[in-house]
């Protein structure tokens, strides 16, 4: 799943992968998988057995085998309905409940401000009150069978001695027969009992085979999933060493299943150590532009070329190498400063040096040594709850740098920090202009000032300032 290309996570609810993940793959594996096995070992039992008797009394074996075997299908396509019932809630309700639980603890603090819990909570409450009927449903389903099943091989037991009795046989001829019918019932009802109750269980937990196959399916035939940017396993590539400039001819995207394209054919010379500001209303295409140009996504029309060569899905793992870049919003992990800004990277790798140029060169150096005890070790919270805006943008701001990047992006990436901190950056970051090609998108123009080009995505005429 992580190997998906992007877009396959914009048409997708990460409440429902988790689920995919969390669930679906537990119970695939415990709820189907391992009855399989242990069905085919049952399976094999039962036919042992039924063999066996059938040497010693071929007519009561073959009675058996139809009559115990005919009753268990028959109990088993009568409930085929309910079966499929509890499957379809099942599906139904644990994504729902894993939807509301992950949308409400990710967005605690809007369902607080807005007093949304009882909202949030009753929803939950609905699906996991469906969730708890249907799970008590399933072992009634398997054991319904074996209360009818008992007596009547009993009973069957009774009639074949008595048919053999009927027959004139005598009772000290009958009785070693009896005794091995007594024995083979004995263990082959258990057998059929267990083997129905895993057949059952499979196909009440049909849902979780679906949901992992349909994974394999859409890899192969989604939409969002066709123009495969990689299915290579992520691997860290080397980062790509251009020279001259990156050019865009005429590209265009268009979303899925959106009729109007989110940028439009756009034609864009970035030459190599230059700065290119883009600025737009919002919802012009800038934060779209920029994943365009950091092959998130291949444009639908157009193309881009970096030094003439192609921006390929072959070569996009090794371009992202070699761009740094700051989103709108920014993403830290639950963990200490160190390892949010040199993101991805195992302790023995981080290089305490590079950790504190990028951190300086972002403006935050003086914060985390001056001000926080724990230094880079400070853990930032969930999301970097415990960090401001303008704090956690700047941390992103070192993460992009940490690895010294050939081209820098900043998606709004100052819009959270005042004026004067803001110059101070940019001033920063165009000082390394000879090292370091930037794209800026932003609102402000107070952000791309100092840029050698401006695009305006509103009016769509590159000016150079
Ligand atoms: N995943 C998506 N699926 C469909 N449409 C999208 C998606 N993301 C963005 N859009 C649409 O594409 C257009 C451009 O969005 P984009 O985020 O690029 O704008 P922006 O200029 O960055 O805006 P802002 O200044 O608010 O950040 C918008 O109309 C938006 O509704
Ligand atoms: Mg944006």
């Known amino acids: 799943m992580a190997s998906q290309p992007y877009p396959y996570f914009l048409q997708r609810n990460s409440g429902d992968l988790l689920k995919k993940i969390m669930d679906d793959v537990t119970n695939y594996a415990g709820g189907v998988l391992l009855p399989l096995l242990d069905t085919i070992a049952r399976v094999l039992t039962s036919v042992l057995l039924l063999a066996t008797l059938f040497l010693v009394q071929p007519v009561i074996a073959i009675s058996a085998a139809v009559i115990l075997g005919g009753f268990y299908a028959?109990?088993?396509?009568?409930?085929?309905?309910?079966?499929?019932?509890?499957?379809?809630?099942?599906?139904?309700?644990?994504?729902?409940?894993?939807?509301?639980?992950?949308?409400?603890?990710?967005?605690?603090?809007?369902?607080?401000?807005?007093?949304?819990?009882?909202?949030?909570?009753?929803?939950?409450?609905?699906?996991?009150?469906?969730?708890?009927?249907?799970?008590?449903?399933?072992?009634?389903?398997?054991?319904?069978?074996?209360?009818?099943?008992?007596?009547?091989?009993?009973?069957?037991?009774?009639?074949?001695?008595?048919?053999?009795?009927?027959?004139?046989?005598?009772?000290?001829?009958?009785?070693?027969?009896l005794g091995v019918m007594a024995l083979a019932g004995y263990r082959l009802?258990?057998?059929?009992?267990?083997?129905?109750?895993?057949?059952?269980?499979?196909?009440?937990?049909?849902?979780?085979?679906?949901?992992?196959?349909?994974?394999?399916?859409?890899?192969?035939?989604?939409?969002?999933?066709?123009?495969?940017?990689?299915?290579?396993?992520?691997?860290?590539?080397?980062?790509?060493?251009?020279?001259?400039?990156?050019?865009?001819?005429d590209v265009s995207y268009r979303y899925p299943g959106v009729s109007r394209s989110a940028v439009e054919r756009l034609s864009l010379i970035i030459p190599k150590n230059s700065s290119l500001g883009v600025i737009g209303p919002t919802g012009s295409g800038k934060s779209t532009l920029v994943d365009l140009l950091l092959g998130l996504y291949l444009p639908t029309a157009g193309d881009i070329l970096i030094d003439g060569q192609l921006l390929t899905p072959a070569l996009v793992p090794s371009w992202q190498a070699s761009v740094g870049y700051v989103p709108q919003d920014i993403f830290l992990i639950d963990d200490t400063i160190a390892r949010n800004v040199a993101f991805g990277l195992p302790d023995e790798k981080i290089d305490p040096v590079?950790?504190?140029?990028?951190?300086?060169?972002?403006?935050?150096?003086?914060?985390?040594?001056?001000?926080?005890?724990?230094g880079f070790e400070t853990k930032v919270g969930e999301r970097g709850i415990r960090l401001s805006g303008g704090q956690r943008q700047r941390i992103g701001l070192a993460r992009a740098l940490y690895h010294r990047p050939s081209l820098l992006i900043l998606d709004e990436a100052t819009s959270a920090l005042d004026v004067a901190t803001e110059a101070k950056l940019l001033e920063a970051l165009l000082s390394l202009a000879d090292k370091l090609t930037m794209v800026v998108a932003a609102h402000r123009l107070s952000a791309v000032d100092n840029c050698d080009q401006v695009f305006d995505l509103g009016n769509e005429i590159p000016a150079v300032v």
């Open 74 to 177: 028959v109990t088993f396509q009568l409930l085929t309905r309910k079966r499929r019932e509890v499957d379809e809630n099942l599906k139904t309700h644990v994504t729902g409940s894993f939807r509301e639980a992950h949308q409400m603890l990710a967005g605690i603090k809007p369902v607080k401000v807005h007093r949304a819990e009882e909202h949030f909570l009753a929803r939950f409450a609905g699906h996991s009150a469906i969730m708890a009927r249907m799970f008590a449903r399933t072992p009634v389903f398997a054991n319904s069978a074996r209360y009818f099943v008992e007596p009547l091989a009993f009973g069957g037991l009774v009639v074949a001695v008595l048919l053999l009795v009927a027959r004139g046989r005598d009772f000290s001829d009958i009785l070693p027969n």
């Open 189 to 249: 009802l258990p057998s059929l009992q267990l083997l129905y109750a895993q057949v059952t269980q499979v196909s009440s937990m049909r849902h979780a085979v679906d949901e992992v196959y349909d994974e394999f399916v859409a890899a192969e035939t989604d939409k969002s999933v066709s123009r495969v940017i990689s299915t290579e396993p992520v691997t860290s590539a080397r980062p790509f060493s251009w020279d001259n400039a990156i050019t865009l001819c």
């Open 354 to 374: 590079r950790l504190r140029e990028a951190c300086s060169m972002a403006q935050i150096l003086d914060f985390i040594e001056a001000d926080l005890r724990n």
